[in-house]
Every structure is written in structure tokens, then in C-alpha cells.
């Protein structure tokens, strides 16, 4: 069996897509910090601590993430789990391809502004294995998304569900690494 875990030195890949959503947060303590204080290095003060909180939590939640998020290799199959307690399980003999897989599920939330736009967060797609296989899901998970899970497609005569272990979210060129080696020596035909 061998293990393997989202490299740490992808921390600049996860902030990226806030970094507009920060610069904007700051300006807008920097203001925000004027009108209270009306002294401009107190508001230059709240609006670093405010944005140094904010990148504080969001370096937490991905050194939670990647802390949590393992997989595995055996002769077996593969094998996925999380920090919030999802598992995806697939043997070698179940897996049907490789394609995209969507790393986390879209919620049905929208961000709105009042007589704005209208938003909503798309899954995240890296390149992984799809097939049939076991999904264990945690006990508290939101309704919705046991609905989601709830229309998978199921195997009739296995009971197995269609799902996909996003490997390229663990490690983003996994076919020419160690996984790809795993890949090629159990199911070759994947990697032609």
C-alpha cells in the first residue's frame, strides 16, 4: 500500500482565486476603518488585522484539507478520504476510465447582491478515475447534498455507485508520478 497527500507547496494555487476577493476586502476596511477612526493609520492598522484574519482562516482550512486528504494505493484499488469523513473506494477491476472528476460538489446556494448578479460556486474538475464502486458518506452532511448523492447512478446487479477518485487534485500531473505508475501496472489500459 502507498499513501499520498496534496503537497503542501499548492497553498498559492488555493489562495489565488481570493486574492481579488482580498484586495477588495482591504480597501474596503481601509474605508470602512477611516469612517470609525477618521485617522488613516488606525484604519491602515483594522484593515490589515481584518485581512490578516482572513488569510489566517482561509491558510487554516487548507492546511486542514490537505492534512485530511489521503490516497490510497493497493493492490486492491483505490482509495479516497477527506477531512470531513467522505471514502470513495474503487477496485482496479471496477474502475471504467479515466476523465474529469469534480472534486467537490456544487452547492445550490447562491452569493447574491441585492439588484446584482446573481453567483454560484461550479465544482472544481481535475483529472482522476471513474468507475463503480463504495461511497461513505459522514453522518452530518446538509440535505442537499444527500439529495445530489441520492441520483448517482447505481449498478443493479452490484449495488456499486458511479463515482470518480479526483487524483489531480492531489497531486495535478499524477500520471507521469508514483499514482500513474500504480495506474499503469494494475490497469494499463487506462493510460494507453
Not at 119 to 134: D, H, I, P
Amino acid at each position: 500500500m502507498e499513501e499520498f497527500r496534496i503537497r503542501q507547496r499548492a497553498l498559492g494555487r488555493f489562495v489565488a482565486p481570493f486574492a481579488l476577493h482580498l484586495v477588495l476586502f482591504f480597501v474596503a476596511a481601509v474605508v470602512l476603518g477611516g469612517v470609525l477612526t477618521r485617522d488613516g493609520l488606525w484604519s491602515l492598522v483594522i484593515a490589515m488585522a481584518a485581512t490578516g484574519a482572513l488569510v489566517g482562516a482561509l491558510v487554516s482550512r487548507y492546511r486542514r484539507m490537505v492534512r485530511g486528504t489521503v490516497v490510497r494505493f493497493s493492490d486492491a484499488g483505490v482509495e479516497m478520504t477527506d477531512t470531513y469523513g467522505f471514502r470513495l473506494r474503487l477496485k482496479w477491476a471496477d474502475i471504467e476510465r479515466v476523465d474529469a472528476v469534480e472534486s467537490r460538489m456544487p452547492s445550490p446556494r447562491r452569493v447574491t447582491r441585492p439588484g446584482g448578479v446573481r453567483v454560484r460556486a461550479g465544482a472544481m474538475q481535475s483529472l482522476g478515475l471513474v468507475g463503480w464502486g463504495e461511497r461513505e458518506v459522514p453522518p452530518r452532511v446538509p440535505g442537499w447534498m444527500r439529495a445530489h448523492l441520492a441520483r448517482v447512478p447505481v449498478d443493479p446487479v452490484t449495488g456499486l455507485q458511479w463515482l470518480g477518485i479526483p487524483l489531480g487534485a492531489v497531486e495535478p500531473l499524477w500520471e507521469h508520478g508514483r499514482m500513474g505508475e500504480w495506474v499503469r501496472r494494475h490497469r494499463p489500459d487506462l493510460l494507453a
